[in-house]
């Protein structure tokens, strides 16, 4: 097992920053386009059940809702999978900022072995 120097420890630190960067830009992005998602989602839902409502026919709620369901199963797709993707960067986020603690800790420790 290699030690790292403090310059590669420095390097790393940049490494991780500019990708903690980038990563918390594209979190913006995604979270951003997940609400407009579920917004299109619901909106799509609830106008489909208004319609079958409208429409007259005698169903009960469930089968409104099951129509509604089935007429919005595209755009709860997109929804679910922009969520999913927000999550993922989420944690990637998470990760990042370990990793970044750890270099920090790793980098003071060095510091403190060289004085």
Same mark, same amino acid.
């Given at each position: 097992?290699?030690? @790292? %120097? ?11 920053? =500019?990708? @903690?960067? $980038? $990563? ?6 995604? +979270?951003?386009? +997940?609400? =407009? ?5 619901? !909106? ?17 709620? !469930? ?18 999978? !922009?969520?999913?993707?927000?999550? %993922?960067?989420?944690? %990637? @986020?998470?990760?990042? $900022? ?7 800790? !790793? ?9």
């Amino acid at each position: 097992m290699r030690v @790292l %120097s403090q310059v590669e420890v420095e390097e790393r630190i940049c490494n991780v920053l =500019e990708e @903690l960067d $980038r $990563r918390t830009h594209d979190f913006d992005d995604i +979270a951003k386009r +997940a609400a =407009e998602a579920e917004a299109d989602y619901r !909106l799509d839902h609830a106008r489909t059940i208004l319609a079958v409502i409208h429409h007259g026919d005698k169903q009960t709620a !469930l089968e409104r809702g099951a129509r509604a369901d089935i007429h919005s199963a595209q755009t709860h797709k997109d929804y679910l999978t !922009l969520k999913a993707s927000r999550d %993922s960067c989420r944690e %990637s @986020l998470v990760s990042l $900022r370990e990793q970044l603690n750890a270099l920090r800790t !790793l980098a003071a420790n060095q510091r403190a072995l060289v004085s």
